[in-house]
Structures are given as C-alpha cells and as structure tokens.
C-alpha cells in the first residue's frame, strides 16, 4: 500500500537563514540580544518535526512538540476550512488538524488511506 508523507515546505528554512543573517546588527547590539537567535532555530525546528503521514492503517499527525497517531477507525470524515485546510473529524467527536495537509492534496490522501477516504477534490471537479 502508498504512504504519503505530507511535509511543510523546506524553503521556510531558507527564511529562517534569511532571518537569522538579518538578525546579525540586532544580535550584538546590546547584552542578551543574541537570544533573537532562538526565533530562527524554533522556525526551523517547526520546519522539519510538523508532519502528517498517511498510510493503509492510519494517520499519523507530528507537531513540534507532542504527536498522535489515529486509525482508520476513529475516523469519521475530512473537513476543509475556510483556508484549505484539511482537518480529520473523529469518529467520538472532536477533530484534529493535519499540518501541510491542503485542498490540493485530497487525492494523494485518499489513495494513500486505502480508499478509506473519498477524493473530495476529485468529486468536486467534475
């Protein structure tokens, strides 16, 4: 079976680079200033721990800190927001948001569940 591997753009470590060499002036301008460092560094962290990976017996939802995994069980549908953003609505109430999950990716999504999940974006096309 596919698994999909739904990542947040690695160019947003390119701007934190960007920020972190833009910093240089403040950084040593006054005592304990260089702690504006610490902003590039959660940028990037954030950058490659945020995940959603998708595979045959669930989801598996990565944050900076903290994670959860969810079978295909205890989910009850998708719903997309106002922003294209995808969210799992749980079988027992509640939902949980699935980071770089967005509109455009439905069908990846729906192919890597099994056919557990309907292309929504697919049915919405035709």
């Known amino acids: 079976m596919p698994r999909a591997v739904f990542r ?10 960007f920020l972190g060499v833009c910093a240089i002036p403040v950084a040593f ?8 460092y610490l902003v590039p560094l959660g940028i990037v962290a954030w950058t490659l721990r ?12 990565r944050r900076l800190v903290g994670g959860r995994r969810v079978s295909w069980d205890e989910v009850g549908g998708l719903r997309v927001d ?6 799992a609505v749980l079988a027992g109430g509640g939902e949980i948001a699935l980071p770089a ?5 439905l069908p990846a999504l729906a192919v ?5 999940l309907p292309d929504l974006a ?3 096309s035709e």
């Open 8 to 17: 947040v753009s690695p160019l947003v470590v390119l701007f934190a680079l």
């Open 29 to 36: 301008g006054a005592p304990y200033l260089w702690l504006i």
């Open 50 to 61: 945020t995940r959603t990976v998708v595979d045959a017996e669930g989801m598996q939802v």
């Open 82 to 87: 106002r922003r294209n953003t995808v969210h």
């Open 101 to 105: 999950v967005h509109l455009r990716d």
């Open 112 to 116: 890597a569940s099994g056919g557990r």
């Open 122 to 124: 697919g049915d919405a």
